[in-house]
């Protein structure tokens, strides 16, 4: 049987990979709903190779890495299509093929350091997509995707939320959310793909202001609501506050039709919530243990004072300062990729049984985490490819024709601003999930603006035919 489910993988493997060569955005979009979805780990089929094995996921990466030179080197019509961002990108890469490479020369675990070296590998999508998605089709298809992964997403949670933490539904964490100190029967919810439904939710606001349509005729309507009761049920505050911040900027940017669309979008939102929340708030139950619980958490992010004595953030500062440590120790190329950075801490690193953990190497803070892992030679580049594509992202999308263009273009960049300011809470630039989001995010940003600027193609004089 392991034999016949090795052949099966690699039937279906050898099938996908020859339709992504014609169709890449399906390839990408696969990789996305394999990493970043509801799918364990666990149940991803692994390609055996020569001390050891990899995901199907990483397969179909090195393919598309290797079409590149291929298609270069025998097709005429393919051009490396450069953007400002390849260089910081490939810099930081750079960096952690070196630092990983300098830990196994070491003698430090060959497993794990590949193992945080294939999650950055990830990165590298971005380059997939900026020369393989040259089409407004395949664009609307890579998106459509996305929306699609974040619905299936948010669904699961929602039935996740229904049955409870007594039956695990999800891969992730899933677990009794509180503030404070005070839980109230509600679980919170942290799939592998609630990345992807934060961005499509930013994505969401920002399509149905640009494309108008009538609000409540418009599928993206309501799919907003469903994306944002996911986000809700992460628990997540960094999310929350990432979410508001840049849906401020994104209505100091807009202007008039998208302004007074966002306006009359956030008014139908408030008055659903005000006919919908007081018949299940009344109703008992898991209902109103989970407005409870919500509105306790969102109201301790206007109490900074109270929150930031809260026994999570005591353990984060610990963690801080020891990362601090560390990086002004090592301030130029870090202590190497997955490595631990601090002594073990009763009880921070001991389940409730007494057993050592082994998470000592684990940083909320994804900035800290990068400097601590690869120093500031690094960190800066990696801020470099993050803040060039965004730029360009802000001083592009106002110069685009199609309004849908430009809803794709501000909605991609305002998600990539918030999982930016989400990062000084969450490792999301070294999360396997969070990095493929963020290569795709840039990517697509960075994608739209060539297909844009491309010329159109000549017109054909009949009379030569």
């Known amino acids: 049987m392991p034999q016949l489910s090795v052949i099966m993988a690699l039937v279906v493997g050898v099938f996908m990979f020859v339709f992504s060569i014609k169709r890449p955005e399906v390839g990408i979009s696969v990789m996305l709903i394999l990493i970043a979805s509801i799918i364990f780990e666990s149940a991803l089929p692994l390609v055996p190779i020569p001390g050891g094995s990899l995901h199907i996921t990483d397969v179909l990466l090195l393919f598309f890495l290797l079409l590149i030179p291929l298609k270069l080197l025998t097709d005429e019509r393919f051009r490396f299509q450069k953007t400002p961002a390849d260089l910081p990108l490939m810099l930081f890469y750079s960096v952690a093929l070196v630092s990983a490479s300098l830990l196994i020369f070491r003698g430090h675990d060959f497993n794990m350091v590949m193992r945080s070296l294939r999650g950055f590998t990830y990165y590298l999508v971005f380059f997939v997509i900026t020369n393989f998605i040259r089409e407004k089709k395949q664009i609307r298809f890579l998106v459509g995707a996305m929306f699609g992964i974040a619905t299936l997403v948010a669904l699961a949670m929602v039935v996740q939320a229904i049955v409870g933490e007594s039956v695990r539904l999800l891969p992730g964490r899933i677990e009794t959310a509180g503030t404070f100190g005070q839980a109230v029967g509600a679980a919170r919810i942290l799939p592998p793909g609630d990345i992807v439904v934060f961005v499509m939710f930013i994505m969401a606001i920002s399509l149905m202001s640009f494309v108008h349509k009538p609000l409540f005729a418009s599928g993206v309507f309501y799919l907003a609501f469903l994306l944002g009761i996911g986000n809700l049920l992460t628990f997540n505050r960094n999310y929350w506050a990432s979410i508001i ?83 002004v120790r090592h301030p130029i190329l870090g202590i190497g990729l997955g490595q631990n950075y601090r002594p073990r801490i009763y009880p921070m690193d001991y389940d409730s049984r007494g057993r050592k953990r082994e998470l000592m190497s684990y940083i909320h803070n994804g900035y800290l985490d990068l400097l601590v892992d690869m120093g500031l030679i690094g960190f800066l580049p990696f801020l470099w490819f993050l803040l060039r594509v965004l730029t360009r992202g802000f001083s592009a999308w106002k110069k685009l024709d199609d309004p849908q263009d430009k809803g794709l273009v501000l909605g991609f960049t305002l998600s990539g601003m918030a999982i930016m300011l989400s990062a000084m809470l969450t490792p999301r630039f070294s999360d396997w999930a969070g990095i493929l989001v963020i290569a795709v995010t840039m990517g697509l940003i960075e994608a739209i603006i060539q297909i844009e600027r491309m010329p159109l193609p000549a017109p054909v004089d009949r009379n030569k035919l």
């Open 245 to 327: 911040i840049v849906l401020f900027i994104f209505a100091v940017l807009i202007s008039g039709k998208e302004k007074r669309r966002f306006v009359a979008i956030a008014a139908a939102a408030a008055i659903i919530f005000i006919i919908v929340m007081p018949p299940l708030v009344n109703s008992g139950g898991r209902p109103a243990a989970y407005y409870d619980s919500i509105r306790l958490r969102f109201r301790s992010l206007f109490t900074p004072t109270d929150t930031y004595k809260s026994e999570s953030l005591e353990w984060r500062k610990l963690e801080n300062r020891y990362a601090w440590r560390s990086f």
